[in-house]
């Protein structure tokens, strides 16, 4: 009888199957049988990789999809290997590959290209200098007529451990302070000699969090560094603003929410990736906080990068999404008025916040209320005034004359925004479309009305819906009257929710998958919430509101209170007179008692009815709104001050389109989509060496491995996306290189 295997894995080891393994060991592949090791290759030698597989395919020990999954690689080139096998046994993986040669890279290019290819020069580059297409080049390297420097190779020599710079940060402790290595430069800065310390990358093995420096070519695509000369500038000193605004960005995207949490974070490790010798202390970094805080610019800063972002995405600008979100207020500088919070099913204190995110639910820009006047008042004044200037595409007046369907943009929001007037005066004064779900539909539409629809949604996934179309009146004033289309979607369960929209030329599915698509909003808002804490208070500080605003008057608010008080009274005494039966059968002395009962609680009906008519009238007397400034003292509030929390949501808000810039890339590359963030976040988190090379003027991230092989395919494509912005670190003039390895 054969002896059976135990299915052990040897350690380090991902799992093939339950007998067979694989592990990835100083560049080599090594197979295992049970704990047995069975064959070894370069990890660079594909041929060798490809001819194993597929023998043990062929030979019956795995199947396709236990290489497909251990690898990562497609369907398809396991099935060409195994025929590959089939066809030819093993040395048809080591024939040479025959081709017609190159034709295009003659000697003199070829000599040209090697030169700057050892340069360190990219790709393109090369391409645009000697006139060649980039996919003539890529062939060359790929059949070896050309070698390409790889930056595995990349010498790590000299470069300090992470031991040993802990210890020469802790000797410098008793000095200026733990990780001050640059004492010269402090000292300058100290004396007003130094206007910004200079960038010096060192060469440094299993750098903390090094893996967040492959966000920098997404954070400079979204704008971190633009129109940074707004912002007041910090004086001469040892920081500068570019330091300090990449020490927050770098700082959120590694999950450290607070700037209180930077004490529990090695500075010196988190200066390195900056090119410094340590980042500010907390207690500095409050003060250029506060010296970068300006609202005005931050506001004009701000107000400048969403003009920016609605002009680089014109095709999601057209579509816009409009909610609020309440940050709640626990402190005791200020009582601010209560406000109902959705999440939480409860009336609490905080400032509102009206956001504005595309169809991908990625933000543009958001306003902040003290008080709130609600959704639409907010759209009126603050929103669609800002909108009309800034979205790229709109159609001119002659345009919209001509096209009397035509509209501007659309703007979608949920019930609370349900107003037949506010939909009649945006589509009669300014042509905007609006869709929001029907506050008061009509009775149920007949089954056979629907029809299936498949659809795709913002971020590829495909649904089907059912759905019908008709015309509405809607409005009970004829002042505030407007067609609108009405679609509905049918559900499995029969439920039909109502949809109304003034786009009328809107495709019926456009419409349904527009509103169906709100909810990447209310993810925006989830994960703000979850792994950026958006409602982080900034600073304490409070200010006076100058602003004119109309409050309500608590004048009134107390007769009003009063009001629902004594008509929840009076309904409870009117259903139980409406209970109260007379039996004509019943005992003459019960009968007797009951009527005696009932008349008592008539008469105490109509008196609670002249109560409630003599508050209505008191009511009815005072101004349901006063201005801000004609509150007594005592109900008068203060607002937190903007400034600083304008400028780190900003800020969060960029690490967020650069967190999903660089999701959206990785999605390309894994079969589940959803496992993207995750792994970026995995990425941020993960150990680098930084190699400088002061020769080719390149700076090498090398990021330690993920957790899987799968994730390591994955990110390794992502870095190739990243390597061909040739993107340079803000201040330097080092182009960032990054490639996935081991300081083994």
Not at 239 to 257: E, P, W
Request: proline share 4%; net charge positive; hydrophobic share 35%.
């Amino acid at each position: 009888m054969a002896q059976l295997l135990l299915p052990l894995l040897p350690s380090g080891a991902t799992a093939i199957n339950d007998i067979l393994s694989v592990r990835n060991d100083n560049g080599f592949w090594y197979y295992f049988a049970g704990i047995s090791p069975i064959f070894t290759h370069n990890e660079k030698d594909m041929a060798s990789f490809r001819m194993f597989t597929s023998q043990l395919i062929v030979s019956g020990q795995c199947r396709n999809i236990n290489i497909i999954k251990a690898f990562g690689v497609s369907s398809n080139s396991v099935k060409r290997g195994v025929k590959k096998y089939k066809e030819g046994g093993i040395k048809a993986f080591f024939q040479p590959r025959i081709g017609r040669g190159g034709s295009v890279i003659r000697r003199e290019i070829k000599n040209e290209c090697q030169r700057l290819l050892d340069k360190g020069k990219s790709r393109r580059d090369i391409c645009a200098r000697l006139s060649i297409k980039y996919d003539t080049l890529r062939k060359a390297i790929a059949s070896g007529r050309l070698h390409e420097p790889n930056f595995n190779e990349t010498s790590a020599k000299g470069g300090s451990s992470k031991s040993a710079r802990t210890v020469e940060d802790a000797k410098a402790g008793e000095g200026m302070g733990v990780g001050c290595t640059r004492t010269v430069e402090r000292t300058l800065a100290a004396m007003g000699k130094l206007n910004q310390a200079s960038i010096h990358f060192q060469n440094c093995l299993d750098l903390s969090k090094g893996g967040v420096l492959c966000s920098l070519p997404a954070l400079e695509s979204c704008g971190l560094y633009r129109h940074l000369h707004i912002l007041p500038q910090l004086p001469g000193g040892y920081y500068s603003n570019y330091n300090i605004i990449t020490v927050f960005a770098f700082m959120f995207l590694c999950r450290i929410k607070a700037i209180d949490r930077l004490r529990f974070e090695p500075a010196g490790e988190f200066g390195k990736l900056l090119g410094l010798d340590r980042i500010p202390e907390v207690k500095t970094m409050r003060k250029k906080l506060k010296l970068l805080s300006d609202e005005n610019a931050v506001k004009e800063w701000a107000g400048q990068l969403s003009k920016d972002w609605l002009e680089a995405t014109p095709d999601l600008a057209g579509v816009l999404f409009i909610d609020g979100h309440v940050s709640l207020y626990f402190g005791n500088k200020t009582k601010l008025p209560k406000r109902y919070v959705s999440r939480l099913r409860l009336c609490m204190s905080g400032t509102s916040f009206y956001y504005v995110n595309d169809i991908l639910g990625q933000p543009f820009f958001y306003i902040e209320k003290a008080v709130d006047p609600g959704i639409l008042k907010t759209l009126e004044n603050d929103i669609i005034p800002r909108l009309l200037k800034e979205v790229p595409g709109q159609p001119n007046s002659e345009q919209l004359d001509l096209n009397p369907l035509w509209h501007r943009f659309v703007l979608v929001f949920d019930r609370e925004g349900y107003s037949p007037g506010f939909f009649r005066k945006m589509w009669n004064d300014h042509r905007i479309a609006c869709i929001s779900y029907h506050k008061f539909p009509a009775a149920k539409w007949e089954e056979n009305e629907f029809k299936k629809y498949k659809t795709k949604m913002p971020r590829g996934e495909v649904i089907e819906m059912e759905l019908a179309e008709r015309g509405t009146l809607i409005g009970s004033k004829k002042c505030e009257q407007i067609w609108v289309r009405e679609v509905r979607r049918r559900t499995k369960s029969g439920h039909q929710a109502s949809i109304i929209t003034t786009g009328y030329r809107l495709n019926l599915i456009d419409t349904a998958m527009y509103i169906f698509s709100r909810w990447a909003q209310e993810n925006f808002f989830k994960y703000m919430h979850q792994h950026y804490d958006f409602d982080k208070v900034a600073e304490f500080m409070t200010e006076e509101i100058s602003d004119p605003i109309r409050v309500v008057n608590p004048i009134w608010k107390n007769h009003d209170n009063k009001i629902r008080s004594h008509q929840n009274k009076l309904n409870t005494r009117l259903k139980k007179f409406g209970a109260m039966e007379l039996h004509p059968e019943t005992d003459q002395k019960k009968l007797k008692k009951q009527i005696m009962a009932k008349a008592k609680l008539k008469e105490e009906i109509n008196l609670m009815e002249n109560e409630l008519e003599k508050l209505k009238t008191k009511r009815s007397a005072v101004s349901r709104h006063i201005e801000f400034q004609d509150l007594p003292d005592n109900e008068k509030f203060e607002k937190l001050k903007s400034g600083s929390r304008l400028l780190l949501n900003t800020l969060k808000m960029i690490d967020y389109r650069a967190e999903t810039a660089m999701s959206q890339v990785l999605k390309e590359f894994l079969n589940r989509g959803q496992d993207a963030r995750p792994i970026i976040r995995e990425l941020f988190d993960t150990e680098a060496d930084l190699i400088p090379d002061l020769k080719t003027k390149i700076l090498n991230v090398r990021v330690h491995r993920m957790t899987t092989l799968r994730n390591d395919v994955a990110v390794k494509k992502l870095m190739e996306k990243l390597n061909e912005t040739e993107t340079i670190f803000p201040g330097t003039d080092f182009k960032m290189q990054y490639c996935l390895g081991s300081s083994d």
